[in-house]
Structures are given as C-alpha cells and as structure tokens.
C-alpha cells in the first residue's frame, strides 16, 4: 500500500480513537451522575424553587402586559436552568484537578479535545434532564405551550445548544483556579448579573436606563425572547425595538457559535498546557 493510500486509513483510525475516548470520558460522567444522585437532586431544587417563589408568591404582585405572568416566566427559568447547569462543567474540572484525574488522563495516550468534549457532553445530558423536570414542574403550576411541535423541539434544542457551548466557557474557568471551592464564587459572580439583569423574570422595559440597555443586549435576554417566540408564550406583550429582541434566534445562533469557536481551542491549548497542582 502506498503512503498516499494509507493516509485515509490513518485518519480513520484517529477519528475512531477520538471518538472512542470522547464517549469513554463522556460514559465516566454520566456514571458517575447515576453514582451520586445527590448532583442531579441539588441541580434542579434550585430551579425548582424559583418556579414556585415567582410564580406562586410574587406571581400576583407582577404584571406583564399580553399575557399571563406563568407563561412569561417559564422561559426565563429554562434558560437560567441551562445557564446554571453549565458551571458542573467548571466544578468538575476543577476537582478533577485537585484529584489528579486529569494528570493521570494527560499519561494517557487520549485526545485533549475529545477528555473536554467528554466532560461537556455529560453535563449537556444534566441540563436535559434537568430541563425536562422544569417543563413538568411548569406544567404543574399552569405553563402550556402554545407552539407547533416543530417550533417546541426548535426551542429545547436551541436550550441545551447554548448550554453546550456556555459549558466551554465554563470548563475553562474550571482549569483555571485553584481550587472547586473557588469556581462557586466566580462563576455565581458571572451568572447572577446576566441571569437577572435580563428579561427572565421581568420586562426589560421595566428597567432602569442603563440596566435597560444591559438587559437588550444581555445574551440571556435573547435565548428567554428566543425560547418564548418559539414555545408561543410572547403573548401580546411588546417586543423592545433592539435588533437581538427582534431577531433573539438569529443571535442565540450566531451567539453559540462565536462561544464555540472561541472557546473550544481557547480550553484545549489550557488543558494541554495545565501541570500538576
């Protein structure tokens, strides 16, 4: 066989290899979701709460303009709920890193990319879970959608998209402190701001001036509007007159993209540069 008809075969067999130790890192941590249950407990309690904090007690007290507070909120905790589920990512590099386990991976004769891609698609298994239980949960308290199915599976699909590649952003902030302890208070300093200052639990248009302006431009906003026009929970209510409300799935797409690429190389070169700690 000549060296020019052997290439195909070698890149072959290095995609195989990718792939074979991608799924190996990716069946870990699913293992590991089903060995501690604990995690997918704690992962969705919190969302939960917030279903029944705002709906329940704070419901009544706030107005939306076209339509009822219940179906306005239920985009804004899917998205929150996907936002939130990215930091396991960053946790459990970080403690993978305390623990030696990424050491011992990097002995190992397995891809850098495929040990990350491994880690993020377990936890996009976690988000959809974690989703579907905030869709029961919302059914429970009166959430309907009132979109095709089409448009349904479009909205669930443009969910875990965006928590897949926020995942990435926050794999590499996992290798990049010291410690887990660590990736808590950083990542809650990240996620609180572009979580609430946002159109997830309230109109935007209800906002201060500044905070108004963040909130338009606020990646989260358009993923909320974006999930709402496609799950038909808008309503009549009045869209700002900001190119990212007006187009939200346009710029959650264009949004996932640009995290991708600039992340997935960005959290490979730090994956094979980290030493031992």
């Known amino acids: 066989m000549t060296a020019t008809a052997q290439l195909p075969v070698v890149r072959d067999r290095r995609v195989a290899g990718w792939c074979n130790d991608g799924w190996t890192v990716t069946r870990r941590n699913l293992l590991k979701i089903r060995r501690s249950p604990d995690m997918l ?3 969705v309690l919190q ?3 917030f279903v029944l904090l705002f709906s329940q007690v704070y419901g009544g007290a706030i107005a939306v303009r076209g339509t009822d507070y219940t179906q ?14 990215a930091t396991f990512s960053g946790y459990s590099m970080a403690q993978d890193l305390k623990e030696g386990i990424i050491d011992r991976f990097r002995t190992l004769p397995m891809s850098p990319s495929a040990v990350l891609v491994g ?3 377990g936890d996009l298994v976690l988000n959809g879970i974690s989703v579907l239980i905030m869709m029961l949960t919302g059914l429970a308290v009166g959430w309907r959608v009132h979109s ?9 699909v443009l969910l875990l998209a965006f928590s897949y590649a926020f995942s990435w952003v926050m794999a590499l902030l996992g ?7 660590v990736i808590n208070n950083a990542s809650f300093m990240i996620l609180f701001p572009i979580t609430f200052i946002s159109n997830a639990f309230v109109p935007s248009d209800t906002l201060p001036l500044v905070l108004r302006v963040f909130a338009e431009w606020n990646p989260v906003s358009s993923l909320v509007q974006a999930v709402r026009q496609l799950f038909g929970n808008v309503g009549s209510s009045p869209v700002p007159d900001v190119w990212t409300m007006q187009h939200p799935v346009a710029t959650v797409l264009v949004g996932i993209v640009v995290l991708l690429v600039v992340f997935v190389p ?8 980290i030493s031992k700690r």
């Open 41 to 43: 407990v704690f992962a």
């Open 47 to 49: 969302p939960i709460m």
């Open 72 to 85: 306005f909120l239920m985009a804004g905790i899917f998205a929150q709920t996907v936002v939130f589920g």
């Open 119 to 121: 880690r993020t698609n």
């Open 148 to 156: 095709s199915p089409g448009e349904f599976v479009a909205g669930l």
């Open 175 to 181: 290798m990049s402190v010291r410690s887990p302890e």
């Open 266 to 273: 960005w959290s490979v070169r730090k994956y094979a540069s």
